[in-house]
């Protein structure tokens, strides 16, 4: 069995603290470790080091080289970041190189938070043992808390395979909150982790399919594998291939039967501010909600999220629902439920400067 | 004519940008240059430096003195801060002694701000001018244009006894703003400045009559001056004398003339964060009254005041009415309308540390 821990991601949700340098997987805004860090500890018991790849961009290469220096996983690095399919492509065809073409692969994205790890890893497992066993694709699906919009639902049958495990109806994108209060409501949704569990065999065919000039790259690039010229055939192939997802490419359109194991893991894919203050307030928060990751106090102040790396010693006076991000070189003073304009910010920089904060 | 410069305070109100070792008078939080400067400054055209006075706490003086090292203004030293009363009783000893005890002396705090220069002056002048042709204490009374109830009020009788200038009824302190109203509607009443012209022997005379302690032991000090042993018999006298303001130990009770003179200079206490925002948003504020005193920038945001002299880059993203005040060492993120709490925050830092912030 493998593990493919995408870690490619290069998202900017989480600036200032996270850079075009150091995204989201790289930092320990939860669980004192990074977050691609803890999603390798996380599955280390399940698999041998031997077993897992992790799929970095170029320039994460050397922080994530540093991470696990004295860990002998598969460090693979691609060329540019061209979202999940390419990314799982690549992995699949790497570990059917080295003989795994048979055993199934999970993939998982290294920047998701799990509060229940046992259970993730017993789910992980059952999806394991099932990929084994038939040609299929597996998934875990979070059980939904809320009426969430922000994230992709999968939609089942409604009879139960086995315990805890269906078919898959359909992928079906993020939906507004009045549908997602009738997935909620209906049972039959789960939250779409973009966990993924097939044998290296089933991928290549889905990729043969739905992807088929990807596909011939993949084929043609095997040859190369552990040469010189790899790395400048593999840039080659990504330059020529469509920036998509793994769900979008294949998930929504594959024929090939998929299951869905219903899990209640306590993940999140910490898509945002607010969700990681949501996560830890419950913990860490004090009496009025007011969290600190860093130094400071709260004066009248309700529901209010401070982080400091700096050292600096942070006060609130009068007010509720702010975000406080202090960095070395930038601070972010924000609404904390306008978390999703983050990103307003960092376009911004982008045109105008200074780039050196992005 | 003399000018005494009262640069003893140690307010907190602009925390965490002053501190107990650099308070307001020392800040350049309005007009590029530390307060005391600007308020010496602007007198400088009026008297000859050897005819300044500059009082200053213990803790401030070596500050003081780099600021003022090519310019030989007179710089006197309060072993401790007692309030106003005794830095003018001290002030008229010293001129007193220096032969000035005829000529008239402008006491002016050193922690204000003056939008009108030319009509400061002209106005300050005028006082000097009846102070000195008449044993009488002088005030400005700054016009009021707001029902402002942070400020204590100068009430005139009816008639002028020359242009712009009456005789003063009495001095009230801070009303609440319904009275505040009244004062603003009636027109008998104006802000009090804090600022005072009197001949040394008239000041003399009223401690005499009000404050004879202490008047006493002015008198045993003056033997001591230019002598090694006046700073220990200054100290020991400041240990027994009451902490008072001159308004309240004098002003209010004294039998002497007092006039005050109707000033339309443009003038502010600067009393909190919200009255600096006030006071710069006009000239420096973007269209929606945000104001930025560093790098960065505001995002779907209104009404918010940033002041920062790290270089940081501080964004602020949907908010209305927000503080945010950048330091080394510390930041403050406050509701702007909030402002009169922050000393909320010292008295905190007094007590549960760290300390050094103070």
């Known amino acids: 069995m493998y593990i493919v821990i995408m870690a490619g991601g290069s998202g900017t949700r989480f600036w200032p603290l996270s850079r075009e340098r150091r995204p989201k997987q790289f930092l320990d805004i939860i669980g004192c470790r990074p977050m691609l860090l803890q999603t390798y500890e996380r599955i280390r018991s399940v698999v041998d080091d031997s077993c897992v790849y992790i799929v970095v961009g170029k320039i994460h290469e050397e922080e994530t080289r540093n991470l696990f220096l004295d860990r002998s996983v598969n460090i693979v690095v691609e060329p540019q970041g061209k979202n999940t399919a390419p990314c799982i492509g690549l992995a699949a065809l790497l570990?059917?190189?080295?003989?795994?073409?048979?055993?199934?692969?999970?993939?998982?994205?290294a920047d998701h938070y799990v509060a229940k790890e046992d259970i993730f890893r017993k789910d992980l497992e059952k999806a394991l043992k099932i990929a084994s066993s038939e040609d299929c694709i597996v998934t875990l699906g979070i059980i939904p808390t809320r009426p969430e919009t922000?994230?992709?639902?999968?939609?089942?049958?409604?009879g139960e395979v086995d315990n805890g495990v269906f078919k898959v109806k359909s992928f079906v994108e993020k939906p507004d909150f009045d549908l997602a209060c009738e997935y909620l409501k209906s049972g039959n949704y789960f939250w779409n982790a973009g966990i993924f569990v097939a044998k290296p065999s089933v991928l290549l065919h889905e990729f043969a399919e739905f992807m088929p000039h990807f596909y011939d790259g993949l084929i043609e690039l095997k040859q190369y594998i552990g040469e010189d010229s790899f790395e400048d055939k593999l840039a080659d192939l990504y330059s020529r291939t469509?920036?998509?997802?793994?769900?979008y490419a294949i998930m929504e359109k594959t024929s090939t039967p998929v299951y869905?194991?219903?899990?209640?893991?306590?993940?999140?894919?910490?898509?945002?501010?607010?969700?990681?203050?949501?996560?830890?307030?419950?913990?860490?928060?004090?009496?009025?909600?007011?969290?600190?990751?860093?130094?400071?106090?709260?004066?009248d102040s309700k529901r209010c999220f401070v982080l400091s790396r700096t050292g600096r010693w942070v006060s609130l006076l009068g007010l509720e629902d702010v975000l406080v991000v202090d960095t070395n070189d930038a601070v972010l003073v924000a609404d904390l439920g306008k978390h999703q304009q983050v990103r307003v910010i960092t376009e911004y920089l982008k045109k105008h400067g200074p780039k050196e904060l992005l």
Chains 1, 2 share one sequence.
């Open 260 to 299: 869905v194991i219903a899990s209640d893991c306590g993940w999140s894919d910490v898509g945002s501010w607010f969700s990681l203050y949501e996560l830890r307030v419950g913990k860490e928060g004090d009496a009025d909600k007011n969290l600190i990751d860093g130094e400071g106090a709260f004066f």
């Open 150 to 158: 922000g994230y992709g639902y999968i939609e089942r049958f409604p």
């Open 95 to 109: 570990i059917d190189f080295q003989g795994g073409g048979g055993d199934p692969i999970a993939i998982l994205p």
């Open 242 to 247: 469509e920036n998509i997802s793994f769900d």
